[in-house]
């Protein structure tokens, strides 16, 4: 794909993601207006590079064109909110999903069903409404919503291991398994001290 194309295949997905940025936003204000117990702690989000579309389609086995990157991918717009406590994050997901307008593409607890490897967050992909000059379109954004204890393995896991070569593999990856149980001991510890 051409960067003209590339330009141009991201432009929808990047408005839904603002879209959906906006919701995030005004739900934590409507849900917590009162408290001070704000629920998120930060939001990331990125649009996915055409280098990485491309190279995600090759994978799956699959020319990389503009047709396929829509057909094929559903996270060429995405977003992490990292919560502090997981109840934020299923608080925040249920009313996300209430919202008549927007639909429910696909969701994966790894919070309840864990990875095997010890990752865990909670997936959804989320199809916003984008309305253009011949109509309207609904365009996916995944949001992956962690605590911040999740994110920090996750992100080091990333690092490390997740599509990484390394000799040790086995043993580095068992470390991690045990480390992400230690952190889910942690945080429900901390939650305890915030009313949880
Ligand atoms: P990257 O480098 O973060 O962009 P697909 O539907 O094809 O996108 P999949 O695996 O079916 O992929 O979807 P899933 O399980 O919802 O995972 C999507 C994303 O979650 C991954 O994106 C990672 O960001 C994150 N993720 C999933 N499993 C792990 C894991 O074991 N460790 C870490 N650190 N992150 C994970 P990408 O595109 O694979 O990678």
Same mark, same amino acid.
């Given at each position: @794909?051409?960067? =003209?194309?590339?330009?141009?295949? /991201?432009?929808?997905y990047s408005? +839904? %993601?603002d879209? $959906? #940025?906006? !919701?995030l936003?005004? #739900?934590e204000?409507? #849900?917590y207006n009162?408290s001070d117990?704000h ?5 990331q989000y990125?649009? *996915? %590079?055409?280098d990485s ?7 799956k086995e *699959?020319?990389?064109?503009? &047709? ?8 060429? +717009?995405?977003? !992490?909110?990292?919560?502090y406590?997981?109840r934020?994050?299923?608080s925040?997901?249920?009313?996300? *999903?209430?919202q008549s307008?927007?639909i ?11 990875k095997p490897?010890?990752? !865990? =967050?909670?997936h959804i ?7 253009? $000059?011949d109509? @309207?379109?609904?365009f996916p954004v995944?949001?992956?919503?962690r605590? #911040?204890s @999740?994110?920090f393995?996750?992100? &080091?896991?990333?690092r ?8 040790n593999r086995e043993?580095i990856a068992?470390q991690?398994? =045990?480390y992400a149980a230690?952190?889910?001991e /942690?945080e429900?510890?901390? =939650? ?5």
């Amino acid at each position: @794909m051409t960067i =003209s194309e590339y330009n141009t295949l /991201i432009q929808p997905y990047s408005d +839904a %993601q603002d879209i $959906l #940025l906006a !919701r995030l936003n005004v #739900l934590e204000h409507n #849900l917590y207006n009162e408290s001070d117990a704000h629920p998120i702690h930060n939001i990331q989000y990125r649009i *996915k %590079q055409k280098d990485s579309i491309e190279n995600k389609l090759l994978k799956k086995e *699959k020319e990389p064109t503009v &047709m396929n990157a829509k057909d094929y991918l559903q996270d060429i +717009a995405g977003a !992490r909110v990292i919560c502090y406590f997981t109840r934020d994050i299923y608080s925040l997901a249920d009313t996300l *999903k209430f919202q008549s307008d927007l639909i429910v593409i696909r969701e994966r607890d790894y919070i309840k069903y864990p990875k095997p490897n010890g990752y !865990r =967050s909670y997936h959804i992909i989320v199809g916003v409404p984008v309305y253009c $000059l011949d109509g @309207m379109e609904y365009f996916p954004v995944e949001i992956q919503f962690r605590t #911040l204890s @999740m994110d920090f393995w996750a992100s &080091m896991e990333h690092r490390i291991l997740y599509k990484t070569k390394r000799d040790n593999r086995e043993e580095i990856a068992a470390q991690l398994e =045990s480390y992400a149980a230690t952190l889910v001991e /942690i945080e429900n510890e901390f =939650s305890k001290y915030a009313g949880g």
